[in-house]
């Protein structure tokens, strides 16, 4: 599990590169919701997904 990730953070999903850019909105134990530029809000399993920080949008 990602301990370094917090709401507010901006990612990009390694496996989904084509979704864009997200900003974590919440995170609650294993689970991330993320809303991405192009596939809108998406809630992602961080023990199967690595997200990967990005510096900003």
Known sequence: MQYD???GN???NPLEKHW???QIQS???NKA???FQ???KMVI???KVNLEKV???
């Open 20 to 22: 864009g850019i997200g």
């Open 33 to 35: 919701t993320v809303n």
């Open 38 to 40: 192009h596939m809108g």
């Open 27 to 29: 995170i609650i134990k």
């Open 10 to 12: 901006f990612v990009i």
């Open 5 to 7: 990730l917090e709401p």
């Open 55 to 57: 510096s900003s949008k």
């Open 45 to 47: 399993n961080l023990q």
